[in-house]
């Protein structure tokens, strides 16, 4: 049986290589691996080029409209391309200018244009590229989770091929489209009961969990926090603020993605709150931008503050980051669960009260929620205060 896996970064590509890990020496499946954009770079190091793959390394799939592609992913390659992410450009610019062109050959130049900035990259739906890799791949299943653009279109095109498909729902079941694979996997039973109404009939749901957070816990539970602090010059006492930006998007009513929201709006705030509670604590903020996000946008935040340090994935590992942090800032991310899971507080923050915030599941406890940035800033605050005179502890996630 050939399972084909599709996934973006991150949280992503981490939970599908837990399964992939499990079954790829067992002789009752072969196994692909579609890594999308930093995807590679998360699991490079474990699998051969015969079962990685990259979508660059299809182009022969694509050689009457190669020129084209690679014209549209020139253009939109400073905007999108990280250099120090480790992504070669050629990567980049296959998958930008792939995404881009199926949108032109859907819409017509001009309105892609259009779409392309209002939306970015939140604009691609490739699925008549997708289409030709699966066709090309001819698996019995393909695997993805509940990232937009390559792995909602891949999903798409496994409907149309009539390729068995299965969904891993990595947070709470509150997606757009409403998740509609031949299989679908949930965290817990809640998460069940909520979909279970939104589904259509021909999709069934099952409770499995979700592996990547009992790895998160283990991995971070094996790191020596102290030895991490001492390299990075952190004393054992001081408080230490992981902050994880995002890009930030602007959700209709059915969580469908409007437009991509400038990241100073959120950002500028939430920084001007560190830098203001850094003259009353003594801590330290480690910055842990997005893998697919340009670490160069957070320079003018970080220059002429020492408290603030922003770390590379090489520098500083996930499990390192979430080990020698007490306390986590995010709008939205899977960073929070896995935190919290991890005993450290979580601060997930809306950025402006009038606009819904769209994961209900943790605007309560264990997490600290914020509606706007004077209430994160509050909460902020007063938590510090607690860590000083150590009176705080662990949040409570016996019900979560």
């Given at each position: 049986m050939k399972l084909l896996f599709v996934a973006y970064g991150g949280g992503h590509m981490r939970l599908l290589?837990?399964?992939?890990?499990?079954?790829?020496?067992?002789?009752?499946?072969?196994?692909?691996?579609?890594?999308?954009?930093?995807?590679?770079?998360?699991?490079?190091?474990?699998?051969?080029?015969?079962?990685?793959?990259?979508?660059?390394?299809?182009?022969?799939?694509?050689?009457?409209?190669?020129?084209?592609?690679?014209?549209?992913?020139?253009?939109?390659?400073?905007?999108?391309?990280?250099?120090?992410?480790?992504?070669?450009?050629?990567?980049?610019?296959?998958?930008l200018g792939m995404s881009f062109n199926d949108l032109v050959v859907e819409h017509g130049e001009e309105e892609a244009w259009k779409m392309y900035n209002e939306k970015k990259r939140h604009a691609f739906l490739p699925k008549r590229s997708m289409k030709k890799i699966l066709e090309q791949e001819s698996p019995d299943l393909l695997i993805t989770t509940t990232s937009p653009k390559c792995e909602l279109a891949s999903l798409l095109a496994s409907k149309e091929l009539n390729i068995p498909s299965m969904q891993i729902i990595d947070l709470f079941g509150d997606n757009y489209p409403v998740p509609f694979a031949d299989h679908i996997i949930v965290l817990n039973k809640?998460?069940?009961?909520?979909?279970?109404?939104?589904?259509?009939?021909?999709?069934?749901?099952h409770a499995f969990g979700q592996p990547v957070f009992d790895y998160t816990v283990t991995q971070v539970e094996e790191i020596d926090r102290e030895a991490v602090r001492n390299r990075l010059g952190i004393s054992k006492t001081t408080p230490v603020i992981l902050f994880s930006p995002s890009r930030y998007l602007i959700y209709g009513n059915n969580r469908s993605i409007l437009k991509e929201l400038d990241h100073n709006i959120v950002n500028e705030p939430v920084f001007k709150i560190?830098?203001?509670?850094?003259?009353?604590?003594?801590?330290?903020?480690?910055?842990?931008?997005?893998?697919?996000?340009?670490?160069?946008?957070?320079?003018?935040?970080?220059?002429?503050?020492?408290?603030?340090?922003?770390?590379?994935?090489?520098?500083?590992?996930?499990?390192?980051?979430?080990?020698?942090?007490?306390?986590?800032?995010?709008?939205?991310?899977?960073?929070?669960?896995?935190?919290?899971?991890?005993?450290?507080?979580?601060?997930?923050?809306?950025?402006?009260?009038?606009?819904?915030?769209?994961?209900?599941?943790?605007?309560?406890?264990?997490?600290?929620?914020?509606?706007?940035?004077?209430?994160?800033?509050?909460?902020?605050?007063?938590?510090?205060?607690?860590?000083?005179?150590?009176?705080?502890?662990?949040?409570?996630?016996?019900?979560?």
């Open positions: 290589h837990q399964i992939a890990q499990k079954v790829i020496n067992t002789t009752d499946f072969s196994v692909k691996i579609i890594a999308l954009t930093t995807g590679y770079l998360d699991v490079k190091n474990f699998y051969n080029k015969e079962v990685l793959k990259r979508p660059f390394d299809y182009k022969d799939l694509f050689h009457e409209e190669l020129e084209k592609i690679r014209s549209y992913g020139s253009q939109l390659l400073p905007e999108n391309h990280n250099p120090v992410s480790g992504l070669e450009e050629e990567d980049s610019i296959f998958y809640r998460v069940k009961q909520k979909l279970e109404s939104k589904v259509d009939n021909n999709s069934n749901i560190f830098i203001e509670l850094s003259k009353k604590y003594n801590f330290k903020l480690i910055v842990r931008p997005h893998p697919n996000d340009r670490a160069d946008k957070f320079s003018k935040y970080i220059s002429g503050n020492d408290f603030i340090k922003l770390y590379k994935n090489d520098d500083l590992s996930l499990y390192e980051s979430i080990s020698i942090s007490d306390l986590v800032v995010a709008y939205n991310s899977t960073i929070m669960i896995e935190s919290t899971l991890c005993g450290k507080i979580a601060f997930p923050h809306n950025y402006d009260p009038k606009e819904a915030y769209h994961w209900p599941e943790l605007m309560s406890e264990p997490f600290i929620y914020s509606k706007d940035f004077k209430e994160l800033k509050n909460n902020l605050d007063s938590v510090l205060n607690n860590l000083l005179i150590n009176n705080i502890s662990s949040p409570d996630i016996s019900t979560f």
